[in-house]
């Protein structure tokens, strides 16, 4: 049984944004050698998602505006009253997940033709961490 | 450290279908030999999601229509752009997430009395797989 | 290879309750005696849910008040044709999603500095339960 952990920090340039980390998660997979098993992707932080979905830019922008429909930039969030001003940052999160488990399989993610591994920044612009830890043999 | 991984397909008659595949995913579990441990079972489309609820023809309903109502058809979205027309089952699929862990405890998925796994379609009619991955002893 | 699986009970007070569980969490892996692997935390039932989040009372407000307006308590739901009031419960569960895996590293939950696991319960004032399942080394 082996683990090979690793931390990925993203520092986006708009507050949200949206990054493919597909060749990022292969690439701690590859250095693990571990070729069976399982590789959680999970954001470190309480306003940003993993998720795994299309990687086509007109889809993303879709997203964007969907999440902003169903959680939107409010300035009235109770949170708020601590001083923060990204309680829709949170509820963002909270819809997208924060997590994903991806299988691994003979040396490779084993995932369809088109899902790619997304981090989902919604309160950026500051260093922010994704843990990948596989887990197998 | 024992693995076991198969790959369940569907092809629903329906555009939007729920599907009841506990029984699958039971059958693969005991033919992985595995007792203890967890089982990833995981849409690979992006467009179809797996989660855990209720077996309750009208609940089921509810909840087809709650996503339709959340994650709206629409001709306008950016990804129709591309020729696509199904950017709502994307929105649907990330709303419902694409994947659960199940625990595996004593040689049993070890659920509550009535949590039930199902495969959620949101763009059927054609072929579309699920990863089931058993990881244990 | 080891395994540890304990299952938690919580009889909240209130219909809808948000129960910060991590301290329970860290207790059941610290007797585990497992240092390396993850810890699957997932509820039993089918209108409760698992998330990870800040431990901040405005923003559990605001978190409440949200999914409620996302999956709003109605009496016209199919679900209660079965004699069920509590469609909205499971709405509010599929959307907050019903568990989390929490990486586990040199013997603590591999957490971000305000990563917070909670317990939400949708449909509360009786006994459920919520298994935590620690894999690893």
Request: hydrophobic share 35%.
């Amino acid at each position: 049984m082996r683990f090979h952990t690793e931390y990925l920090t993203f520092n986006t340039r708009k507050h949200r944004e949206y990054v493919h980390i597909t060749p990022q998660v292969e690439a701690v997979v590859k250095k693990s050698g571990i070729r069976e098993g399982m590789v959680l992707v999970s954001a470190m932080h309480i306003t940003a998602g993993v998720y795994v979905n299309d990687d086509e830019r007109g889809l993303i922008q879709d997203i964007d505006e969907w999440l902003e429909n169903l959680a939107p930039f409010r300035a009235d969030y109770r949170h708020h009253q601590t001083g923060e001003d990204n309680g829709d940052s949170h509820l963002k999160a909270l819809l997208i997940h924060h997590q994903v488990i991806l299988p691994l399989t003979a040396g490779k993610l084993d995932l369809g033709t088109w899902q790619r591994v997304f981090y989902s920044e919604f309160d950026g612009q500051r260093p922010k961490r994704v843990i990948v830890k596989v887990m197998g043999e």
